[in-house]
């Protein structure tokens, strides 16, 4: 299958038999400077599993407040509530801005935002409520497990507790926000007040006993090692193997700018090493269905160049993003379902509107 020599040639071999790949094996992957080769392999995993066929969803991004008591070095979007830029929005805001999308056919919400003290879990529910009562039929991906922790501490309830609230009120899936690197080292030199990775892992966990299907992602190309990259992929990987409920993998590409982190020079990163996170992940992760890359924080060029790379899943219109345009992206906020449909068919794929469970809204296009 794979005529690849060298110091990847075992791992090739493993591939092409379909063996389960190593710590070892991820980390010599990282150490590689063979980036076609990489992408060889996870390109013909990803044929397997999906053939040319590259998903997208139609959906809607509301970032609610970036008032957000950890103010994390990695972060450019929180504020403090006395800070003249920070906002929260009421729910009739919120109800409004979901009631824009009414009639587009999008499938689905999804909302994020800061650790707001004054928002407690009743506006949670109430605004679920609200959304789901604009929009009867779309799925609500919202908070991620760094806020459920919040909301959980705040109300002293268990994880499982504040999820069953959400969930009754309208929640169908979290958003994988939060994870960034779950080595100890990492967290406290990046969100020293940000939950432990465990914690993020059993939020998950929890929710997937809940019958939630949930998103992962991974934070790269800032203070962390390839060995924790590699553990980081792997601890998805054993949750997954233990509870099958994450959706896909969504590799984050660091955005230095306006965070706390850029004196230290970081520059982001590089098509480079875009190219071979995503087709690492691609290999390592052999027990998660779909890969994608957030063309909001790589660009629409090189998500197009990475459906070469074991990605068959390039995210979605979303309309309107804070957190990574903050930290300087440069990116458009929204992108229409034919632009997303053109990008896949000029990349030489077959574009397949897709719903946040993977369900086909629409293919043939």
């Given at each position: 299958?794979?005529?690849?020599?060298?110091?990847l040639?075992?791992?090739?071999?493993?591939?092409?038999a379909?063996q389960?790949?190593?710590?070892?094996?991820?980390?010599?992957l990282?150490?590689?400077?063979d980036?076609?080769?990489?992408?060889?392999?996870?390109d013909?995993?990803?044929?397997?599993?999906?053939?040319h066929?590259?998903?997208?969803?139609?959906?809607?991004?509301?970032?609610h407040?970036?008032?957000?008591?950890?103010l994390?070095?990695?972060?450019?979007?929180?504020r403090?509530?006395?800070?003249?830029?920070a906002?929260?929005?009421t729910l009739?805001?919120?109800?409004?801005?979901?009631?824009q999308s009414?009639?587009?056919?999008?499938s689905?919400?999804?909302?994020?935002?800061?650790?707001?003290?004054?928002?407690?879990?009743?506006?949670?529910?109430?605004?679920?409520?609200?959304?789901?009562?604009?929009?009867?039929?779309v799925?609500?991906?919202?908070?991620?497990?760094v806020?459920?922790?919040?909301?959980?501490?705040?109300?002293s309830?268990?994880?499982?507790?504040?999820?069953?609230?959400?969930?009754?009120?309208?929640?169908?899936s979290?958003?994988?926000?939060?994870?960034?690197i779950?080595?100890?080292?990492?967290?406290?030199?990046?969100?020293?007040?940000k939950?432990?990775?465990?914690?993020?892992?059993?939020?998950?966990q929890?929710?997937?006993?809940?019958?939630?299907?949930?998103?992962?992602?991974?934070?790269?190309?800032?203070?962390?090692?390839l060995?924790?990259?590699?553990?980081h992929?792997?601890?998805?990987r054993?949750?997954?193997?233990?509870?099958?409920?994450?959706?896909?993998?969504?590799?984050?590409a660091?955005?230095?700018?306006?965070?706390?982190?850029?004196?230290?020079?970081?520059?982001?990163?590089?098509?480079?090493?875009?190219?071979?996170?995503?087709?690492?992940?691609?290999?390592?992760?052999?027990?998660?269905?779909?890969?994608?890359?957030?063309?909001?924080?790589?660009?629409?060029?090189l998500?197009?160049?990475?459906?070469?790379?074991g990605?068959?899943d390039?995210?979605?219109t979303?309309?309107?993003?804070?957190?990574t345009h903050?930290?300087?992206a440069?990116?458009?906020?929204?992108?229409?379902?034919?632009?997303?449909?053109?990008l896949?068919?000029?990349?030489?794929?077959?574009?397949?509107?897709?719903?946040?469970?993977?369900?086909?809204?629409k293919?043939g296009?």
């Amino acid at each position: 299958m794979f005529n690849i020599k060298g110091a990847l040639g075992e791992i090739a071999a493993k591939v092409a038999a379909g063996q389960r790949l190593t710590r070892e094996d991820g980390i010599n992957l990282y150490q590689s400077n063979d980036l076609l080769a990489i992408g060889q392999m996870a390109d013909q995993i990803r044929k397997n599993k999906h053939g040319h066929r590259t998903y997208f969803i139609v959906n809607r991004h509301i970032n609610h407040t970036n008032i957000c008591v950890n103010l994390c070095k990695l972060c450019a979007f929180g504020r403090e509530a006395d800070n003249p830029a920070a906002y929260q929005m009421t729910l009739d805001e919120m109800e409004a801005r979901a009631a824009q999308s009414a009639g587009q056919n999008i499938s689905e919400v999804h909302v994020v935002g800061g650790l707001n003290p004054e928002l407690k879990l009743d506006y949670y529910v109430e605004m679920l409520q609200r959304i789901r009562r604009v929009l009867p039929g779309v799925i609500i991906q919202s908070l991620t497990a760094v806020e459920i922790d919040f909301l959980a501490r705040e109300h002293s309830m268990t994880h499982r507790e504040v999820l069953v609230a959400l969930q009754n009120a309208g929640l169908d899936s979290l958003p994988g926000g939060g994870a960034e690197i779950f080595a100890p080292r990492v967290r406290e030199l990046i969100c020293p007040k940000k939950v432990a990775g465990d914690t993020w892992l059993t939020v998950h966990q929890t929710a997937h006993e809940l019958g939630m299907r949930t998103n992962a992602t991974m934070l790269y190309g800032h203070v962390e090692t390839l060995e924790e990259r590699v553990d980081h992929l792997l601890s998805l990987r054993e949750l997954q193997d233990r509870t099958g409920g994450f959706l896909t993998f969504i590799p984050l590409a660091f955005h230095p700018q306006n965070t706390a982190l850029e004196p230290l020079g970081l520059s982001g990163t590089t098509g480079y090493d875009d190219l071979k996170t995503l087709a690492i992940a691609r290999l390592l992760l052999d027990n998660f269905d779909h890969i994608k890359s957030y063309w909001i924080m790589v660009g629409p060029k090189l998500a197009q160049v990475s459906l070469s790379f074991g990605v068959d899943d390039l995210d979605g219109t979303v309309v309107e993003e804070k957190i990574t345009h903050d930290a300087g992206a440069q990116t458009e906020q929204a992108m229409t379902r034919e632009q997303l449909v053109r990008l896949i068919k000029n990349a030489g794929y077959y574009p397949v509107q897709r719903d946040t469970l993977y369900n086909v809204v629409k293919e043939g296009l």
